[in-house]
């Protein structure tokens, strides 16, 4: 079985929309499109290296607006993200089903991706793609998640965890705070939300 791993940018807020860019989604009229930009300017070495780690070459799941976004994009900026061209893109979407990026796959459904889950492979992982990850995390297809927390609230904008979110339990792998106050924790699957009486 493959993992599924959900890479997010997210504000104080839970905010993930648009964390790259000013036009990188104006959906909804959000207007502080990049505001990670000002602290990967600022960020360490230590903050490189770990970002460098999460960027290894592995198949990635999309949702089509990303998709649109990466093929737009990384094709001609491989160098910067090396692998990206070879490995496998799948796309879930209900109105695309052919790319000119190589190596580009299309899945239709929650049991195409159940499928896909359940075959030999690298880990699959899931950048941006609000919409999906909010039906992997309604169906409780979310092995890791791994979350970069920026110590700005937005007020508004498309939410990591939104209503539809399936209660799960979460184990800490892996962490990292940078001297600009930048939070990058990995978390693992780890079963049914507990409960109790603190104090007992």
Excluded: C
Excluded at 35 to 40: H, K, N, Q, S, V
Excluded at 81 to 90: L, R
Aim: hydrophobic residues 40%; charged residues 20%; glycine residues 10%.
């Amino acid at each position: 079985m493959r993992n599924i791993i959900v890479l997010s940018f997210i504000s104080l807020d839970g905010v993930m929309q648009a964390p790259g860019g000013p036009d990188e989604d104006p959906s909804g009229g959000f207007k502080y499109g990049g505001w990670t930009a000002p602290y990967f300017l600022a960020a360490d070495e230590a903050a490189k290296e770990f970002m460098a780690k999460r960027m290894q070459p592995s198949d990635l799941l999309l949702g089509r607006k990303t998709f649109d976004i990466f093929a737009d994009y990384w094709p001609a900026h491989a160098d910067v993200w090396p692998g990206i061209n070879e490995v496998t893109k799948y796309v879930v979407s209900n109105t695309m089903d052919k790319s000119d990026w190589q190596n580009s796959v299309f899945l239709k459904s929650v049991d195409d991706i159940k499928k896909l889950r359940n075959s030999e492979g690298s880990d699959l992982k899931v950048y941006g793609s609000g919409n999906l990850v909010q039906t992997l995390l309604k169906h409780d297809l979310v092995n890791e998640l791994w979350l970069m927390t920026y110590p700005v609230t937005l007020g508004a904008g498309k939410r990591l965890f939104a209503e539809g979110s399936s209660p799960a339990a979460f184990t800490l792998t892996d962490s990292l705070v940078t001297p600009n106050g930048v939070i990058f924790a990995n978390y693992r699957r780890a079963g049914e939300v507990k409960t109790g009486t603190i104090g007992d």
